[in-house]
């Protein structure tokens, strides 16, 4: 039997005889292995599991939660034990769970915290959940440039056990100003009389806290950085964004991006389990109504071409395969170049460069298709006209489907507008109007041929 799995049972049996003493399990089992159970229990377990740990193991697997499951079981909580386990918990993860409750619970576990957490986490609150201030931690490590090797290295002992991270020291003047930073290796090679001021790096990287954590998220990964400071209009520093809450950013972002890009936003933070139906139907409703009158708008073009099917039936066979294809170019180039933006590959200035490029990809792959389905079309139907039309219709489909793919998001970045949110829906609408529109056109031209 594993470590693991012994450790849950020792919780288990707890629950079952309702024991009141304290456990020393997060010695048998880590936090996050328990924060990946308690998902799977009851509500009311989940409470007698959070009732067998002291205060600063359940902050330890709290934090280890998702934002809904935190604010779940938060909600359930007594505030005043709750005010007790956050006071063990980081200020930026504090803040951003307390941002996902009722403003009458919030006060009221205000109430209880300790002045200067309640100080704390008030000033992150101030920030947009999704920008660097709402981001950041305040428990940095930050000393004067004047301050001399040994005694940071003395209030580094001191200080370190409830600082976020300490393999950066910040150095601030004597108006709290950014104006340097030393890595804890610089700081330990150094000299005990050379001052901060003397061995630090001058042109440290900074964000403000009013950007958007997307930003941020780039200059983490672009620099490797563990962690990036955050400063005022005035270049005070404000806090620390550490590379634990970057690669959370990363998934919000990408996850994000996915879901705009089959058209729905129903994720935003909520739990997929918990939301509720109605929420989850408006979320993807929108979307799947521009869908629908796109579907609608192509019955109408179909429909205007009658006469043209019901001299050649053979046509219709190949209107699946077209819009089909048509569908598939198009996702394909929205989707490559909405994440070459979101990743910052593709930048603003290159935007039409690669436009230029993928309309000629689209020429090529048009080609290769549209040969391909002329000669099927021509075996099949034994007419090689037929081949000819359906040939040409899926070259010009493939082609405008990528050059589609492509324009429509970045009309949409030029209006400032997400274009994952546009991309998947009114590429696939526009590409099907126009795929049908093409066929038929070409067909109603070589009608008396076929």
Known sequence: MTMEKKAWQKILRYLKIRDKARTDILEDILPQDIAEKITELEPEEQRKVFGLLNDEEAALILGELEP?????????????????????????????????????????????????????VTGLLKYPTDSAGGLMTTEFIAFKETTKVKQALSRLRELAPSAETVYYLYTVDEDDRLVGVTSLRELIASS????????????????????????????????????????????KLLGIVTVDDIMDVIEEETT???????????????????????????????????CLLGGLISGFV??????????????????????????????QSSTVFVRGVATGEILPKDMFQ??????????IMGSVCGVSVAGAAALWQANPMLGLVVGLAMFCTVALAATIGTLIPIF???????????????????????????YFYIAMTFMEYL
């Open 192 to 235: 005990d009389e050379e001052t901060l001021g003397q061995i630090m790096r001058t042109n440290v990287l900074s964000v403000n806290a009013e950007i958007d954590q997307e930003e941020v998220a780039n200059i983490v990964q672009k620099y490797d950085l563990l962690a990036l400071p955050v400063v005022d209009n005035d270049e």
């Open 302 to 331: 179909i429909d205007s071409y009658e006469d043209t099917l019901a001299n050649v039936i053979a046509l219709a066979s190949f209107i699946p395969v077209i819009m089909d294809m048509g569908g598939n170019v198009g996702s």
């Open 68 to 120: 809904s499951e935190q604010a779940h079981i938060i909600s359930a909580m007594d505030d005043k034990k709750s005010a007790a386990i956050l006071h063990h918990m980081p200020s930026d993860d504090i803040a951003d769970l307390l941002g996902g409750l009722e403003n009458p619970k919030v006060q009221s576990i205000l109430k209880h915290m300790h002045k200067e957490d309640v100080a704390e």
């Open 412 to 438: 949409f970045i030029k209006l400032g507008v997400d274009p994952a949110v546009t991309a998947g829906p009114f590429v696939t609408t526009i590409k099907d109007v126009t795929g049908l529109m093409i």
């Open 256 to 290: 994000e991006d996915i879901y705009h890009l089959v058209g729905t936003s129903e994720r935003e933070g909520k739990s997929l389990v918990h939301a509720g139906v109605l929420a989850t139907s408006k979320a993807r409703l929108p979307w799947l109504i521009v």
């Open 354 to 363: 690669y436009f230029f490029k993928d309309m000629k990809v689209g020429l």
